[in-house]
């Protein structure tokens, strides 16, 4: 049987709050869907919930990754060069984006289609496992799933503000504990990563 490969291209917004909860934001501009935005949540307390936009992009994450709970309704995202807002559900997230990292910039010397290739993605596995805690760029995805991660840059998230239901959830933090969605986590530092991510079903 011939392997269908399903890739996704956009940027992964990894970060934490005081309060302990974690939160992974995908905005995708290229995928078998179409553009769109998905928001993973983890609480202080480990309740995993996903918020999709609709039934369809809800069905593909979470056949790939795990969640408590899932919520379907509007994910509204606005990039900009320096930062990135959010409103999905009882969420509002507003991040500021800084200066390329160290590893954004080694990122950057290797060719994007060189960096997006599920090979290359396989060969600095081990190192991405020394550099970042809880972080794989290879592994099983669920469901006879494997799901490679290749990252083309990287900045750092200096500032943030989350409100859920109009409640503020403390300042910026570190993405720790690591996230359960699946079988990696973002760096732990706060960061955004443009990314290619791809899923052998």
């Not at 202080?44 to 969640?67: I, K, Q």
């Not at 080694?106 to 994007?112: D, H, T, W, Y």
């Amino acid at each position: 049987m011939t392997a269908t490969y399903q890739r996704f291209d956009g940027e992964i917004f990894g970060l934490g709050t005081s309060s302990g909860d974690r939160f992974v934001v995908g905005r995708w501009v290229a995928s078998p869907l179409g553009p769109f935005a998905d928001v993973m949540h983890e609480s202080a307390d480990g309740h995993r919930r996903l918020l999709a936009p609709d039934d369809e992009v809800a069905e593909l994450v979470r056949s790939t990754y795990e969640f408590d709970e899932v919520r379907i309704g509007p994910v509204r995202i606005d990039r900009s060069t320096d930062g990135m807002t959010v409103r999905a559900d009882d969420l509002a997230i507003d991040v500021a984006v800084g200066r390329r990292t160290p590893v954004g910039r080694l990122l950057r010397l290797v060719p994007a289609p060189v960096a997006r290739s599920r090979w290359w993605a396989t060969l600095v596995g081990p190192f991405a496992r020394l550099v970042f805690d809880g972080v794989r760029t290879r592994g099983s995805a669920g469901n006879g799933r494997v799901e490679w991660y290749g990252a083309t840059d990287q900045h750092r998230i200096v500032r943030a503000t989350v409100r859920r239901d109009g409640v503020d959830l403390g300042g910026l933090a570190d993405v720790w504990p690591p996230v359960r969605f699946g079988f990696s986590s973002t760096p732990r530092a706060p960061s955004v990563a443009s990314v290619r991510t791809t899923i052998r079903l």
